[in-house]
């Protein structure tokens, strides 16, 4: 929690008192309250402890499929604490996915993500062996949820190589209660369904249409936030009961 960590260096250190002003402020305002994990919501004082207790509550923060922190193939706004690492492997036909994501600050969340496709041959001198793709992902917060507003981030997914699970993604969270809702806005991949019109076309033409890649190695800028969209949203609940 924010205050429980101490600078006091020796007087003999020779570390200046600017520099030590500087940490302890810094550590002063570090640290997740063990009933926020990240929920970053104010509450007013006049909130009786009924409603405080229940909005308060810790809603568990979970890996998406992809090993996102997010729901099912869906991301969300939420981010694990400052230092987390994690491991996630997930099946769903025909895809078999290995990731391994890390959150060194706060704010951002990246990883690595290695998938295998068992309905596709590796090529054709590799038909024995199902095809695989590797990529990498990114995800910032752009600002923590308020009392009003919504947390929101943007994202990536298969940042560069082939693009074949490229996607990118604004989303935002909100909790109410025991609820925690999130709706996005995904392009690529994420947008496959495509039957919105990228409201970035409305800025230039070139954001009206997705090129495609072949290419290993190399990220793909060029088709960053293009082509047609949807929407993909979803919603946590957390059992009043404490079974």
Request: net charge positive.
């Amino acid at each position: 929690a924010a205050g429980s960590w101490i600078w006091a260096p020796l007087r003999t250190s020779g570390v200046p008192e600017e520099t030590s002003d500087l940490l302890v402020r810094f550590l002063a305002t570090q640290g997740v309250a063990a009933d926020t994990q990240g929920y970053s919501v104010p509450f007013p004082v006049d909130v009786v402890p009924e409603a405080r207790s229940e909005r308060q509550r810790s809603l568990p923060l979970t890996a998406s499929d992809w090993g996102e922190i997010g729901l099912l193939q869906t991301p969300t706004a939420r981010m694990a604490p400052a230092g987390s690492a994690r491991v996630a492997v997930s099946r769903t036909q025909p895809y078999t996915r290995l990731a391994v994501m890390l959150q060194p600050l706060d704010w951002l969340e990246g990883g690595f993500r290695y998938i295998s496709v068992s309905n596709q041959v590796y090529g054709p001198e590799f038909t024995n062996q199902s095809y695989k793709d590797k990529s990498l992902d990114m995800k910032i917060r752009l600002w923590e949820e308020s009392r009003y507003l919504p947390g929101v981030a943007v994202g990536a997914r298969d940042i560069g190589g082939t693009g074949l699970f490229a996607g990118e993604y604004v989303v935002a969270s909100k909790r109410t209660g025991h609820f925690d809702w999130s709706l996005g806005l995904g392009w690529g991949y994420l947008g496959a369904r495509g039957n919105l019109k990228n409201p970035l076309s409305l800025v230039s033409d070139r954001f009206t249409n997705r090129p495609g890649s072949s290419a290993t190695g190399t990220i793909n800028a060029k088709a960053y936030f293009r082509g047609l969209t949807s929407l993909f949203g979803g919603v946590q609940w957390h059992t009043p009961y404490d079974p």
